[in-house]
Every structure is written in C-alpha cells, then in structure tokens.
C-alpha cells in the first residue's frame, strides 16, 4: 500500500520530491521516470487515464508513494485504493510559475523539443501522454485553459480532500510539512533539488545526440 498519493502536476518539483521520498521512507517513490524505465507499465497508465479500472498492483507494487504525472492523473482513483495514504499535492508559486516551466519542458507546443516524441519506440508514450494532457485540458496547448486546468486541478484536490489528509508543498518548503505527515525525523541534510528546466533541456539535447 501506498504511503503517500501525490495529486500535484508535473512541473511542480516532483522530481525532487521523488528523491526525497525515497529518502524518507526507503523504499522507492513512483515518478513519470519510472514509467519510462518500464515500458510494460504504459497500458495500465493509459487504461486509467481512460477511465477504466485497472490493478494498481501491477504497475506500483514495491512502491510506497507516487508522484507527478501520470499518477497525478488519476490522484482520486489511487487515494481511494489506498485510504491510509497522505495525499500530496505539490503547487508552484503560482500559475504563470507553472506554465513557465511547463511550457519549456513537458507541455512544449514545439513537438522538437523532446526528441523522444520523434521515435517511433515511444508512440505508446506519446498517446498516453496525448490522452492524459487532454483530459487535464482538452484546449492545454492554450495558456489561458492551460493555467485554467491547473487551478482547477489544485482547487478540486483541496476541496475533496480532508485537511487531515491533505499535505500542501511547494519547492522551497523542505523537509518540515513531509516529515510532519509522515511522522518521521527531519534528515541532518539539505532537501534534494533536481531536474530545473535548464537541467531538463540539457537532458533530453544529450537524449538527441
């Protein structure tokens, strides 16, 4: 059972929260990476993006928490499978913050630049990616719907989630809020910062060489 259900979006430090999770609970935290480094796991993520059930065992057993996309997709689906998990909802500074980095990264409208979606190995990535972008908002290459779904998003996990369940984070806040939910020691070591747009950008030029 999962620990800890991450509703927020991509693009909101959920790579680092990946590693400090996997920090705190010693045990790995799901993350779009993960995805990636399992292919087999695209089918069930593209069953539950469409809505039908699937068993969450199969792609997040040996896990004790998720975060990011997809499984921020399908936040209601996994809190309901897991009741005893906190629910993490991880936000920028704001929306035009998010869309920023979104837009240079994961939510491109420029299809260049990620290479990957150029390679035919990752066409089931790509239509995944494709319904769960537009069930996030079908008009998301708009920024203005863009920046509209995300506060949407953020606004329906706060109100259907119960506050004693509910654990806001933002990139800057540290260790306190998730050591508090979780009940556990802050680390003598600085929260993990990683995968920044520059970091993101050069990542996936080295992927095009």
Not at 4 to 32: E, F, I, Q, W
Not at 52 to 71: F, N
């Amino acid at each position: 059972m999962l620990q800890v259900v991450g509703a927020g979006v991509g693009r909101t430090g959920t790579h680092s929260l990946k590693l400090a999770l996997d920090r705190l609970l010693d045990t790995p935290c799901y993350h779009m990476v993960e995805v990636l480094e399992h292919l087999d796991h695209m089918p069930t993520w593209h069953a539950a993006i469409r809505g039908e059930p699937v068993d969450w065992d199969s792609v997040l057993d040996g896990y004790a928490a998720i975060v990011d996309w997809p499984g921020a997709a399908c936040w209601r689906e996994l809190a309901g499978a897991n009741p005893d998990a906190v629910v993490l909802l991880s936000t920028r500074a704001d929306a035009a913050t998010w869309l920023t980095s979104a837009r240079a990264t994961i939510m491109s409208t420029d299809d260049s630049v990620d290479p990957r979606r150029q390679d035919p190995a990752f066409e089931a990535f790509a239509a995944m990616i494709g319904d769960m972008f537009g069930a996030f908002e079908p008009q998301w290459r708009d920024d203005d719907a863009a920046i509209a779904a995300y506060e949407r998003h953020n606004d329906a996990v706060r109100a259907e989630v119960p506050a004693d369940r509910l654990v806001e984070w933002s990139p800057g806040d540290g260790w306190a809020s998730l050591c508090a939910a979780l009940g556990l020691p802050v680390p003598d070591e600085p929260f993990p910062h990683s995968n920044t747009t520059e970091e993101w950008i050069a990542r996936r030029a080295n992927d095009a060489d």
